[in-house]
């Protein structure tokens, strides 16, 4: 897989909480990294317009299940985890939070984009993505907590979760062109807020992607070397 991922540790861009990373896989090797949106759509669109796939991973929960509303009583089920989430729900507090401001980051990005590489066609399916003549960008969603959490880097603790992100999603998609995703909404129906960004930027995607789960790539923890520490 010839393509260049781009992660995205969601927060703040007022407080300096916004970083991004890309790689170009398949080393996978750090080829940027920034804190502000801009430079994050501008390393996306530089694969794009030289005909290279790419994919963008960010660090929020960009799915949400919704039950179905043929039972006047599966209002009981609303707010609850997906399935594989943990005891970090979408819904919790800190959940909830970066979910509101990584939909807003997300809508600018992917509108930006559009302006950027007009046609550019999306999708949120990997095997879509992966197929002969199928979209050229694939949009995820990567969870960096727990053990997955990275050592901070020169760069900061943004920067680092940008860069296992970009990371997780890139060796995911190089192990398989239809890689399991680490969360799904099921048994409820997923709403798909990357799906609904990317309309609401203009860009090309199926509507029925509205309904179908996001890939959501978990990072994994990294070996130390005997030498190495977490401080």
């Known amino acids: ?15 300096g909480r916004f970083a991004w990373a890309a790689v170009d896989a398949p080393l996978p090797a750090l080829v940027g990294q920034g804190t502000d949106p801009e430079a994050a759509v501008r390393a996306l ?7 290279r796939p790419a994919a963008l991973a960010l660090e929020a929960p960009m799915s949400v299940p919704v039950p179905d509303a043929d039972r006047a009583d599966a209002w009981q089920a609303l707010g609850r985890a997906r399935g ?14 970066v979910l509101a401001t990584g939909l807003a980051q997300a809508a600018w990005m992917l509108a930006r984009l559009a302006l950027l590489a007009p046609g550019t ?15 050229r960008l694939l949009l995820a969603e990567a969870l960096v907590s727990g053990t997955g959490k990275p050592v901070p880097s020169a760069a900061g603790p943004h920067a680092a979760d940008a860069e296992a992100a970009a990371r997780a999603l890139a060796e995911r998609l190089q192990a398989s062109s239809a890689p399991e995703s680490d969360v799904r909404c099921a048994p409820h129906r997923p709403f798909n807020l990357l799906a609904s960004a990317a309309m609401w ?31």
């Open 1 to 15: 897989m010839d393509a260049r991922v781009v992660g995205v540790d969601v927060g703040s861009v007022s407080l």
């Open 201 to 231: 930027a203009g860009l090309d995607l199926g509507r029925d992607e509205l309904h179908l789960d996001v890939l959501v790539v978990r990072a994994r923890p990294v070996p130390l070397g005997p030498d190495a520490s977490r401080g």
């Open 45 to 51: 669109t530089a694969a794009l317009v030289s005909g």
């Open 84 to 97: 594989g989430e943990g005891n970090r729900p979408w819904s919790a507090g800190a959940g909830a939070g």
């Open 121 to 135: 066609a999306v999708t949120t399916q990997p095997d879509r993505w992966a197929a002969a003549h199928g979209p």
